[in-house]
């Protein structure tokens, strides 16, 4: 189970589901999870293909080389909603700041792994998807939404809006925008509450994907934040 100390309950939800840092005793229980919320998206059934067992298996790998990675970069945050009594987090949101891009390889051993795992032409097409979601992706510094899932039993109960809300809340204070790719349109009006606005529409492996930015306006200059004359 989690650290209930370093988690909050989350905001305006029915059920008592709360937020805080993934634990790394968690992170194998992340990673199934997120092979769940993320089998049928259609950048990873354009990628892996395959019936929905081999893609849960192959996108696991993916997802267990990802978290890897951005564990081994000390600015990543890496949220989990846990409701309690249930062992494992139902939702994960990875954000990085740019200054941590492009993250550390994970270990050689699971790089192995995870190919043998998944295969080479999966390594090859993700290869391909990752160059030219890079390419597009900002110069300027700013915080980058890596990923962000809920497990499908929990989808619709507030979960993702609320693992949203609360890295929003932590990184507004550095006035930085905040970039994602998304490859399912229904998740742009989820995206677009936050404040969200699509920047631009990709094509790779022929399956759309939107980019999108959010900036966080100044805050309002009030009479005492004024230079006396
Ligand atoms: C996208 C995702 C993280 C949303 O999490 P969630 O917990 O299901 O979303 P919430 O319950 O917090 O919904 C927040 C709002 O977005 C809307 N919404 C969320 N997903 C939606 C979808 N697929 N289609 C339409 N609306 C959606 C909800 O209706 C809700 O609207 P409301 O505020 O008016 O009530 C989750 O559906 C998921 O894991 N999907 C699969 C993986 C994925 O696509 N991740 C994003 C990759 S960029």
Not at 67 to 72: E, K
Not at 136 to 161: A, K
Request: net charge positive.
């Amino acid at each position: 189970m989690a650290d209930s100390r370093a988690l909050q309950p989350l905001p305006g939800l029915e059920r008592p589901f709360r937020i805080g840092p993934l634990p790394v005793r968690e992170d194998e229980r992340a990673v199934r999870m997120l092979a769940r919320a993320f089998r049928d998206n259609p950048l990873d059934v354009a990628v892996i293909g395959g019936r929905e067992r081999e893609r849960l298996r192959a996108v696991a790998w993916g997802m267990r080389t990802t978290l890897a990675s951005a564990r081994q970069a000390s600015a990543t945050r890496i949220l989990a909603a846990f409701e309690p009594g249930r062992t494992g987090p139902v939702g994960i949101l990875v954000g990085i700041p740019s200054a941590a891009l492009p993250l550390p390889p994970a270990p050689l051993w699971l790089q192995l792994r995870s190919t043998l795992g998944q295969g080479l032409r999966v390594g090859r097409r993700w290869a391909t998807v990752f160059h030219t979601l890079e390419s597009q992706q900002p110069r300027d510094p700013h915080w980058y939404l890596s990923l962000v899932g809920v497990d499908p039993p929990h989808c619709g109960l507030g979960i993702g809006r609320a693992l949203l809300q609360s890295w929003l809340a932590s990184i507004d204070p550095d006035g930085l925008p905040s970039y994602l790719e998304t490859d399912r349109e229904a998740n742009l009006a989820f995206y677009a509450k936050a404040g969200f606005e699509v920047v631009s529409r990709l094509e790779v492996l022929g399956t759309p994907v939107w980019c999108m930015r959010r900036t966080v306006s100044a805050p309002e200059e009030g009479p005492l934040a004024l230079h006396p004359t």
